[in-house]
């Protein structure tokens, strides 16, 4: 009997990994999980609770109340959802409920989709399917600049592209799951791809594997 479909979809910022992870979701019928939300649900919920953000016991509290619905808010994709994400990020024990948290998410009983940054290599090592997704810094830096011009933000592109590679830079060389795609990845560069045919290309990706799945 073959595994359940889980996929797991790792990439660096503005990769484009989120878009695609969404359509493989609904294209393959299978439970879709945000992975980037999780910290900063967590730490919404805390502020709003008025607690301490500092206190690692606490906030490991809050992580365990976690669940999807609270993953719905639209407010989390903002700034200070994202502020609020970096103090709660650096417990340990937050960390250890939200990786629990995503391993019981990945292990339903259809399969799932995670997107992230360690999905691959720590939280679903085992994964049926593994796509690692980059594009250049160059690329990543013009599809954010014009992401945020398009919501009304005068940002300039060379500051977008400075912090794309700060973050690259920070995301790589961390000593707890650092960003780099597992040994058995597949990669799927999107500097020269639209949606449609990154999807296309991770569609045959899956493909492969239901047709195989001797090969797991």
């Not at 560069?189 to 045959?204: K, N, Q, Y």
């Amino acid at each position: 009997m073959s595994r359940p479909l889980t996929i797991a979809i790792d990439g660096p910022a503005a990769a484009g990994k989120g878009t695609l992870a969404k359509r493989v979701a609904a294209h393959y019928g299978l439970p879709y999980l945000d992975t980037g939300l999780l910290y900063r649900a967590v730490g919404k919920l805390a502020a709003e609770a008025g607690g301490d953000l500092d206190d690692p016991d606490a906030m490991a509290a809050f992580a365990a109340r976690l669940d999807t619905s609270h993953l719905d808010d639209g407010t989390l994709r903002g700034h200070e959802a994202g502020e609020l994400a970096s103090r709660v990020a650096v417990h340990p024990p937050v960390r250890d409920a939200l990786t629990a948290f995503q391993r019981s998410f990945a292990m339903g009983e259809a399969g799932a989709v995670l997107d992230g940054r360690d999905i691959g290599t720590v939280i679903c090592p085992q994964a049926r399917v593994k796509i690692f997704v980059t594009a250049s810094a160059e690329v990543r830096a013009r599809r954010r600049t014009d992401e945020l011009r398009a919501k009304g933000r005068d940002v300039a592109y060379e500051r977008i592209l400075a912090e794309v590679k700060e973050r690259d830079a920070r995301d790589a060389g961390r000593s707890v799951a650092p960003l780099r795609p597992a040994a058995d990845a597949h990669l799927l560069d999107t500097s020269e791809l639209g949606i449609e045919a990154a999807f296309r290309a991770a569609c045959d990706v899956i493909d492969r594997s239901l047709a195989n799945p001797d090969d797991d």
